[in-house]
């Protein structure tokens, strides 16, 4: 952003002493190479996907960086976990093929093929990504990790595969009941960042906290305010029907919330938020206040309008 004259040099360590980022000067990273990698990956994204499309990875990394600046930030290590966890939501989509695991599975695809049915969609996602970062098709015009030694290299490889295996929905339930129990431990101290950081768990419980900071920016869409909130379910849905006739076609059965002909969207809308997105943002609240004060309020009138709608599409039905 602009400002009173400051030199073009300055922008990022500015940056940096307002709360921003300053990798391109503590990374030893040129931004040229930032910017080609940016676009390489914004380009590997499927335009045609309704949902999984570059918007949603913007729109993600933009959700990752409120939800460090609200107060995430301070439960990382240090800045090196930041840039690995905004460069995961960059990455934690790219080259999506509009389906979901379970139908990469059931329909024996190549992708399942290679990733052994487990975490099909993540695991290429990475794969993906670092290819162009290190090994024989490394890209040196590209490579962000170019100014980074071998241990910091090793860290963010680390950081990012943890923060995108943790996307996988599978995962979802398990994964807050984890950080649930962590923050009964501490109680009243799970606000405390460096009750965190001090713990005796190496590293486990910060991991755990960016890890879900990334996981609910990928599904931070019903957190959104209106109309977003409802284009993305829009979105999501238009994506879900195409692969649902896809799983018609092939004989493949069908996957919950994508037959176009029987899916209830008001009412799963409704169960997705209640359930998924509330609790896990609630829970995310207890550790980073803002979360609750700012966060978790739209989130439930999103709940009410689902709600509304579900009502008001039975009592059509009924009448």
């Not at 009750?195 to 931070?220: F, K, N, P, Q, Y």
């Not at 018609?248 to 969207?265: F, K, M, N, Q, Y």
């Not at 009138?301 to 689902?306: A, C, M, R």
Request: aromatic letters at 8%; glycine letters at 10%; charged letters at 25%.
């Amino acid at each position: 952003g602009g400002g009173g004259g400051e030199s073009k040099e300055g922008a990022p360590e500015a940056a940096a002493s307002k709360g921003g980022y300053d990798f391109i000067g503590e990374f030893n990273l040129p931004p040229k190479v930032l910017c080609n990698f940016l676009r390489s990956m914004e380009s590997d994204y499927d335009p045609t996907n309704p949902y999984h499309n570059a918007t949603h990875a913007a729109d993600v990394v933009q959700a990752s960086h409120a939800l460090l600046q609200i107060g995430g930030k301070s439960f990382a290590p240090n800045n090196l976990d930041i840039f690995s966890l905004l460069i995961s939501a960059v990455i934690h989509d790219v080259g999506h093929p509009g389906t979901t695991n379970a139908y990469q599975v059931n329909a024996r695809s190549d992708l399942a093929l290679t990733y052994n049915d487990d975490a099909v969609l993540e695991n290429m996602h990475l794969s993906r990504a670092f290819r162009r970062l290190m090994g024989s098709e490394r890209e040196e015009d590209l490579d962000i990790m170019m100014g980074l030694d071998t241990e910091q290299k090793s860290a963010v490889r680390a950081g990012i595969i943890g923060a995108v295996m943790g996307t996988d929905m599978k995962r979802h339930f398990g994964d807050v009941s984890d950080l649930a129990k962590k923050a009964d431990d501490l109680g009243e101290r799970a606000k405390d960042p460096g009750e965190w950081l001090r713990s005796a768990d190496d590293g486990a419980g910060v991991a755990m906290v960016l890890t879900a900071v990334l996981h609910l920016a990928d599904i931070s869409a019903q957190a959104r305010p209106e109309p977003l909130f409802r284009v993305w379910a829009g979105r999501v849905y238009s994506e879900f029907f195409a692969q649902g006739d896809a799983e018609a076609e092939a004989g493949l059965p069908v996957s919950p919330l994508c037959d176009r002909e029987t899916t209830d969207v008001d009412g799963s809308q409704v169960g997705f938020v209640k359930f998924v997105i509330l609790p896990a943002f609630q829970l995310l609240g207890r550790i980073v206040p803002r979360v609750a004060e700012e966060i978790v309020p739209q989130i439930e009138s999103n709940l009410e309008f689902w709600e509304r709608s579900r009502d008001g599409r039975n009592a059509l039905r009924n009448a």
